[in-house]
């Protein structure tokens, strides 16, 4: 440990997201990831995999809706994987809804796509990875 992490203790690197902004949020859901519903707590490589996740993009949060970019409802716990599974578009059927209601119309949605993703790279892991792994 250097001297800063000494310093600072637990309260990390406030600039960092493991270290510092997501702490209290993976803490607040079990660091479970809300789309696989996979518990990542209990290691650090574990740890490691946890992201700080915005429900609806941040970068969609524009306009009248950038008074949401910080919004605790719209964060929530995922892990790398599903976050890099997670579908960028925009979700425009749900334009019009209340923020708390785009929240979690937008979740569901997520939730669908990457379950839809999750399944097809499982297909292909048990049928073209899985039974070759162990051989040379
Ligand atoms: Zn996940």
Sequence with gaps: MNEKEIKNGCKGNSGTSLMGYSKDLFKKYNYTCVYCGNYFGGSFENWMRLTREHVIPVSRLTGDDAKYKNYDKNLR?????????????????????????????????KKIVIKERRDEFERFYIKCVEKNMDKD
Excluded: S
């Design 77 to 109: 716990v995922a892990c790398l994987t599903c976050n890099n599974l997670a579908n960028r578009k925009t979700y425009n059927e749900f334009k019009g809804l209340p923020i708390d209601n785009r929240i979690v119309k937008t979740l569901e949605a």
